[in-house]
């Protein structure tokens, strides 16, 4: 079964910049994409970005300045830093399974992470 | 980018009622469509997937339509755990982009 778990600090300071990880368990890591996904506290979701095993990342075009997404394949985990952060980057923020690499045909988002709140405030 | 447009955007129902919500995007989108399920403070759960494609281990009551541009969610009666918001994602074109969701209310 493939497992993604989440972890990084949750409280921080305007300018600051936002630092989370994300491990994967169960089922192939080089095969997919790797998502970030955020959801502000009562709003809906927005993709961020995603990463393969190659190192090769996509962002999303409104984030695409601040945003950096990493991956360690020796450890199976994928990182996000997003830099200079504001009030309106506190959001729920998720990792998550994304589409197939190459031939790998495969539905993306089945598999996420729990989630980590994280509150921007001065 | 590719926008998805829900309707309704909150509903009232009553369990066992049929409930229908549509997703409409900008752009042909072919059948890269997906449906969530979420419950408050919960991470988002897919139902369908490929349009139409039922998610394994996802009751039979959920189903999926459409293609192209119209795409809904049924659900052919209404148990109580199906009070939630429901967001469709279009991944057919970067940036893969959500619905504004449904909220399914209680009457």
């Known amino acids: 079964q493939v497992q993604l778990q989440q972890w990084g600090a949750g409280l921080l300071k305007p300018s600051e910049t936002l630092s989370l990880s994300c491990g994967v368990s169960?089922?192939?890591?080089?095969?997919?994409?790797w998502s970030w996904i955020r959801q502000p506290p009562g709003k809906g979701l927005e993709w961020i970005g995603e990463i393969n095993h190659f190192g090769s990342t996509y962002y999303n075009a409104s984030l695409k300045s601040r945003v950096t997404i990493s991956i360690d394949t020796s450890k199976n985990h994928i990182s996000l830093r997003l830099s200079s952060v504001t009030a309106a980057d506190t959001a729920v923020y998720f990792c998550?399974?994304?589409?197939?690499?190459?031939?790998?045909?495969?539905?993306?988002?089945?598999?996420w992470g729990q989630g980590t709140l994280v509150t921007v405030s001065s | 980018d590719v926008q998805l447009t829900q309707s309704p955007s909150a509903m009232s129902a009553s369990v066992g009622d049929r409930v229908t919500i549509t997703c409409r995007a900008s752009?042909?989108?072919?059948?890269?469509l997906v449906w969530f399920q979420q419950q408050p403070g919960r991470v988002p759960k897919r139902l369908i997937y490929a349009a139409s494609t039922l998610q394994s281990g996802v009751p039979s009551r959920f189903s999926g339509s459409g293609s192209g541009t119209e795409f809904t969610l049924t659900i052919s009666s209404l148990q109580p755990e199906d009070f939630a918001t429901y967001y469709c994602?279009?991944?057919?074109?970067?940036?893969?982009?959500f619905g504004g969701g449904t909220k399914v209310e209680i009457k």
């Open positions: 169960g089922g192939s890591f080089s095969d997919y994409y």
């Open positions: 994602l279009q991944h057919n074109t970067y940036p893969p982009t």
């Open positions: 752009q042909d989108i072919s059948n890269y």
């Open positions: 998550a399974r994304g589409h197939g690499v190459g031939a790998v045909i495969s539905s993306p988002f089945e598999y």
